[in-house]
């Protein structure tokens, strides 16, 4: 058995194909790398490789690649006690496009993939109720039966007084319209106690000026400690009941963005574990999120999540100008 897990991620693990150029459209690409990823995965080993105990909960294909995936978890040091899988489904996988700034776009094979169809009766509920922090996204929230495991593992958690972390990570063409994700996103909205949403993802969420605080603040509601914009290099925005401000990013030679949010989640988190006053700390909760902009300044650093999440030393040597990435 492994130590218990401060911090419980749940939902989808996959594996993204990136192609081995940039810039070029998938019809285009030549050749794919195949990296391990999926937002909840990518935070549980963002969260390890920072010295804190994550747990990863969720299902994927009883077939090589949902078997690669477990054991990516292990050697990250993830406790994947939770981790089910499906002999009648494949593990899902997504085909990442690259464009010159290393943004992306998505193409997902999944009908249904294993993620989809994990059960509530399969949950285990045991690892969540002992954590400090329950995390997860919203693409588990898009079909049955994941949608009903996800609500009562949220449940848990919070009857538990679990702390809820929420990242929606938006991806469009999974949601069967903008709408729908607009709605299904926010019908969990009002439950988290720490969210964290990009400059993207607040202009699709609110459909308005996503540099303006009284947009973000329109988010706001009263159960939450904590409310983080990032907005990619420019660094991070942070509100809270009692004080809001921002903190620059790091410049890096960016290469591909994928998992920088995770990496950057995956920070904060190990700092919210350690310490909770942050919430009502300024000086500590900006310190964390130096920390953390530092961890997804770097992780873009290099192709795929996992690979290119920072440990502590790495994100200490940006900081202090020690290293250049």
Partial sequence: MSKPAEIVCFGEMLIDFVPDSAGVSLAESTGFLKAPGGAPANVACAIT????????????GDDEFGRMLV??????????????????????????????????EFMFYRNPSADMLLKESELNLGLIKQAKIFHYGSISLITEPVRSAHMVAMKAAKD??????????????????????REGIRSIWNEADFIKVSDDEVNFLTQKDADKDETVMSLWHDRLKLLIVTDGEKGCRYFTKSFKGKVSGFPVKTVDTTGAGDAFVGSLLVSIAKDPSIFQDEEKLKKALKFANACGAISTTQKGAIPALPSTADAQGLMAGTKAY
């Fill in 49 to 60: 490789k920072l010295d804190g105990t994550s747990a990863f909960i969720g299902k994927v």
């Fill in 160 to 181: 538990a007084g679990v702390l809820l972390s929420y990242d929606p990570n938006v991806r469009l063409p999974l949601w069967p319209s903008p709408e729908a994700a």
């Fill in 71 to 104: 054991d990516i978890l292990k050697s990250n040091g993830v406790n994947s006690e939770g981790v089910l899988f499906d002999t009648h489904a494949r593990t899902a996988l997504a085909f990442v496009t690259l464009k010159r700034n290393g943004e992306r």
